[in-house]
């Protein structure tokens, strides 16, 4: 299943009309209208957006999606390939893979810009780690916040604990990120 069917098959299962849909989630009807004809998948926020709609988590609203491809083998370009999904102006994430919901783990390159984060982040099960590559960020994980500020610090976290990442210093900071299972 796509995620066009998806959201169609959820919203007709709801009984919402786009329009109902729309105000639920605060995405255009024309948006919806595209996304549900498969004319493109949207962005994370697009997604975040419309699970809040249906009531549901992202995990809930992924569930029983399909990559768009046939799941063959493939490689991601050292100069930037894969998808890239945006939480905000400052804070986006670029995926290190193809077939993602085929995969053990989602590897990803998390890239903040000075003052960027992500949102809080929260998972039913599973781990995420976090390795810094360039600047420095802070990960609240909960009431606790850990900095990352040398090459190649890391931490792992528990998914289903909220976290944050937040980048606290001058410059841009990447990190690497890996969550197992796959979970966005």
């Not at 390939?81 to 995969?103: C, P, S, V």
């Not at 984060?117 to 039913?124: D, G, I, L, M, Y």
């Not at 998914?159 to 796959?182: F, K, M, R, W, Y």
């Amino acid at each position: 299943m796509t995620i066009s069917e998806k959201v169609r098959t959820l919203r007709e299962q709801r009984g919402f009309s786009q329009r109902k849909l729309a105000e639920l989630s605060g995405l255009s009807s024309g948006t919806l209208s595209n996304l549900e004809a498969g004319k493109f998948r949207g962005e994370l926020e697009t997604h975040q957006k419309l699970a809040r709609g249906f009531g549901v988590t992202l995990a809930e609203l992924y569930r029983g999606v399909d990559e768009l491809d046939d799941g063959s083998t493939s490689v991601i370009p050292a100069s930037g390939g894969g998808e890239i999904y945006r939480y905000n102006d400052k804070a986006e994430f670029r995926m290190l893979a193809t077939h993602i919901f085929q995969k053990p783990f989602l590897p990803q390159r998390l890239i903040l810009q000075p003052g960027g984060s992500t949102h809080v982040e929260q998972t039913n099960i599973g781990w995420k780690w976090l390795c810094l590559i360039t600047g420095q960020v802070d990960i609240t994980i909960g009431e606790q916040s850990h900095r990352l500020e040398n090459l190649y610090d890391s931490i792992f976290v528990k998914a289903s604990d909220p976290h944050q990442i937040t980048n606290v210093g001058a410059s841009v900071a990447e990190c690497l990120t890996v969550t197992s299972p796959v979970g966005v």
